[in-house]
């Protein structure tokens, strides 16, 4: 059970919203089976709508792991769905050298444009953290306001709209009953756990994020595993960007993506990465996004406001984030025994 420590908390918290609404609202557990054969429920859209925050979390987690903080991918998002809208537009004479396979292939080219101009970006917060020496916070800070100003710029300043099959379905789509989002997150998030649990990797990015002169003089590349890790955010941003234009199918620079970086550094947060970098939990991330979205969705199956959602949901993280403190409940349960102490007296 220690290996799993970081995970209680957020699993207690998680397990008392899902009580409360058993208890209070038992139709938010209704599951049913549509005449199109895929699920759907208020469970169903905890998975599908948790999926982007899971995404980027999953990025995030590795470069808050090294000391930084990527605020920049719900801009990135915002230009993923600018350049993936803007070539799925594209007249078909362009592709006419595909034959029948035009609409294939402006499909095929606007997911590899969106992801490699996703890295770029975060390969761009990469030089300018690890090869300029800039804090994170400010070098990401750059991106995440020019990033809305570079998707105006490739939509002309409109809201570009589509309906293409294909692209459609990486948002809208279900496979194997469950929407097709989930098993997008599902494949990122476990190759990445791969990647970082069964290689090297992991133990490198964790021990620059430790102590990064230590690292060099063990012979560990400190500033290429920065750059690799705004990589990989900028790609995840990349992925969500995709998800969300397809689920809304057009491309609106100015709210894709929006806050959604806070979203993603939260559920790190309340899975147990901390912010000084070092040792990271992507299990707990995985758990903070789906706690974060189970928030929201409660709070919208039980009629309240949208445009208050964001108090309680910020009430449950604090008080989630102060659990994970140690000092807090050291703090806490001396003043619980002072108490005890004082009543028997």
């Known amino acids: 059970m220690g290996r799993f420590h970081h995970l209680k908390w957020p699993l207690v918290a998680l397990g008392l919203l899902l009580l409360y ?13 549509t005449a199109d054969g895929y699920l759907y429920g208020s469970l169903i859209d905890i998975l599908n709508h948790s999926s982007k925050v899971i995404i980027l979390a ?16 719900g801009s990135v998002m915002a ?30 080219l606007a997911v590899m444009l969106t992801l490699a101009l996703a890295t770029c970006c975060g390969v761009w917060n990469g030089f300018l953290t690890a090869g300029c020496g800039i804090q994170p916070m400010v070098a990401t800070l750059v991106l995440m306001v020019a990033g809305r100003g570079i998707a105006q710029l490739i ?36 190759t990445v756990v791969l990647l970082t649990r069964k290689t090297a990797l ?11 002169k230590a690292s060099r003089y ?11 890790v705004y990589a990989v955010s900028g790609f995840c941003a990349g992925v969500a960007g995709l998800m969300v234009s397809s689920n809304i199918k057009c491309a609106d620079a100015n709210h894709a993506g929006l806050y959604l970086e806070l979203d993603a550094i939260l559920a790190t947060v309340i899975g147990g990465t901390s912010m000084a970098g070092g040792r990271f939990y992507l299990s707990g991330s995985l758990v903070g996004a789906v706690l974060i979205q189970t928030v929201a969705t409660m709070m919208y199956a039980n009629d309240v406001n949208p445009a208050i959602v964001a108090v309680p949901k910020a009430v449950i993280v604090i008080v989630v984030c102060l659990l994970q403190s140690e000092t807090f409940r050291s703090k806490l349960s001396l003043a619980f025994s002072r108490r005890a102490k004082g009543g028997a007296a």
């Open 79 to 108: 230009i993923a769905g600018a350049a993936a809208a803007s070539v799925i537009v594209m007249p078909r004479e362009v592709f006419s050298f595909a034959g029948g396979g035009a609409n294939a292939m402006a499909f095929a």
């Open 155 to 190: 939509t002309d300043g409109t809201i570009i709209t589509f309906d293409d099959p294909y692209l459609n379905f990486i948002g809208n789509g279900h496979f194997l009953t469950l929407p097709f989002t989930t098993w997008i997150a599902a494949t990122l998030f476990i």
């Open 58 to 73: 999953t990025g995030m987690t590795l470069v808050i792991a090294t000391g930084g903080v990527d605020i920049s991918v």
């Open 21 to 33: 609404n058993l208890i209070f609202k038992p139709s938010f557990f209704a599951v049913e089976m």
């Open 202 to 212: 992991g133990l490198f990015v964790e021990s620059v994020g430790n102590n990064e």
């Open 218 to 228: 063990a012979g560990i590349e400190a500033r290429g595993v920065k750059w690799l």
